[in-house]
């Protein structure tokens, strides 16, 4: 497996290196700042939260960024938004999977894209619990981050659709749930199984690790998927991506050898459309 020092591969793009500090930085103060007893605020439905600590998080990844780009563009999931001139733009979700972390369970994480004149060239998911976190930089890979050492990733070669595992989420309103459920329930017989680990930007990983063969879901936003996007296509998968009005955007990743299958089933039964 082809390995570098982390400060090599972080050297190969100009935002890499705070992109990466900031993501891992905020998610260790998650992990080891978390209070038993989580100030918890209600977003879009009762059930779609916002703890203090999501807010924390994003004005510390923030504050960074502008002191060190004050003319780059930021967007994130908490609130901050700023228009930039320089072309780049920062796209952050300071606490992806808030109600596992509400819950304790380990799989969350931070994410961190970095968009230049609309592309995504740097993208950076922090998942503490796991003391890991990776870097996909357009052109030069995906990457798993331990400690001081860098190790290139690459998904799994996968036996079509028949065999997959295949990751998804659902949104938080129930008219949207009861929608992807009816989604899953033409697909669950055609795949080998499915996995729901409650944050996207860990299915993103674990399709880049190998340990998922595509990851689908509608209603994301850009602060789900900007990192997430960039490190999947690094690491050898497909992707597609499409804003329906209304149903919002849609996400469908997988390993080559099954994404024209699965894009063509998931198509089939509607899965951009709905409330
Ligand atoms: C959510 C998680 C979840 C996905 C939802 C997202 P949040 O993000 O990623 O897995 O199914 O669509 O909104 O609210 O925990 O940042
Ligand atoms: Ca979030």
Same mark, same amino acid.
């Given at each position: 497996?082809?390995?570098?020092?982390?400060?090599?591969?972080?050297?190969?793009?100009?935002?890499?290196?705070?992109?990466?500090?900031?993501?891992?930085?905020?998610?260790?103060?998650?992990?080891?700042?978390?209070?038993?007893?989580?100030?918890?605020?209600?977003?879009?439905?009762?059930?779609?939260?916002?703890?203090?600590?999501?807010?924390?998080?994003?004005?510390?990844?923030?504050?960074?960024?502008?002191?060190?780009?004050?003319?780059?563009?930021?967007?994130?999931?908490?609130?901050?938004?700023?228009?930039?001139?320089?072309?780049?733009?920062?796209?952050?979700?300071?606490?992806?999977?808030?109600?596992?972390?509400?819950?304790?369970?380990?799989?969350?994480?931070?994410?961190?894209?970095?968009?230049?004149?609309?592309?995504?060239?740097?993208?950076?998911?922090?998942?503490?619990?796991?003391?890991?976190?990776?870097?996909?930089?357009?052109?030069?890979?995906?990457?798993?981050?331990? *400690?001081? /050492?860098?190790?290139?990733?690459?998904?799994?070669?996968?036996? =079509? &659709?028949?065999?997959? %595992?295949? $990751?998804? #989420?659902?949104?938080?309103?129930?008219?949207?749930?009861?929608?992807?459920?009816?989604?899953?329930?033409?697909?669950?017989?055609?795949?080998?199984?499915?996995?729901?680990?409650?944050?996207?930007?860990?299915?993103?990983?674990?399709?880049?690790?190998?340990?998922?063969?595509?990851?689908?879901?509608?209603?994301?936003?850009?602060?789900?998927?900007?990192?997430?996007?960039?490190?999947?296509?690094?690491?050898?998968?497909?992707?597609?991506?499409?804003?329906?009005?209304?149903? *919002?955007? /849609?996400?469908?990743?997988?390993?080559?050898?099954?994404?024209? =299958? &699965?894009?063509?089933? %998931?198509? $089939?039964? #509607?899965?951009?459309?709905?409330?």
């Amino acid at each position: 497996m082809e390995s570098l020092p982390r400060d090599v591969l972080l050297g190969r793009h100009e935002r890499a290196r705070l992109a990466w500090a900031v993501a891992h930085d905020a998610g260790v103060f998650l992990r080891d700042e978390r209070p038993d007893d989580l100030d918890v605020f209600s977003k879009s439905t009762p059930t779609d939260v916002v703890t203090a600590m999501d807010r924390a998080s994003e004005d510390l990844i923030v504050g960074r960024i502008v002191s060190a780009y004050p003319d780059d563009g930021i967007l994130g999931e908490e609130g901050s938004t700023r228009s930039g001139t320089s072309g780049a733009t920062w796209i952050i979700d300071p606490l992806d999977g808030t109600v596992n972390y509400l819950f304790g369970i380990p799989t969350w994480g931070v994410s961190v894209g970095v968009h230049v004149d609309g592309v995504g060239e740097v993208g950076v998911i922090a998942t503490p619990e796991f003391d890991e976190s990776f870097v996909g930089i357009r052109g030069h890979g995906a990457w798993r981050v331990r *400690g001081e /050492t860098a190790e290139r990733i690459t998904g799994r070669t996968s036996n =079509g &659709l028949g065999q997959a %595992l295949v $990751a998804t #989420g659902f949104g938080y309103s129930p008219e949207r749930r009861l929608s992807q459920v009816a989604v899953l329930d033409g697909l669950i017989a055609h795949v080998r199984d499915i996995r729901r680990t409650g944050c996207a930007t860990i299915d993103f990983t674990w399709l880049a690790l190998g340990r998922l063969d595509a990851y689908y879901e509608r209603g994301i936003h850009p602060w789900d998927y900007a990192a997430g996007l960039v490190i999947v296509e690094e690491a050898g998968a497909r992707t597609w991506t499409t804003t329906t009005p209304g149903s *919002g955007t /849609t996400v469908v990743c997988a390993m080559p050898s099954l994404f024209e =299958g &699965l894009l063509e089933r %998931l198509l $089939a039964l #509607g899965v951009h459309q709905g409330p």
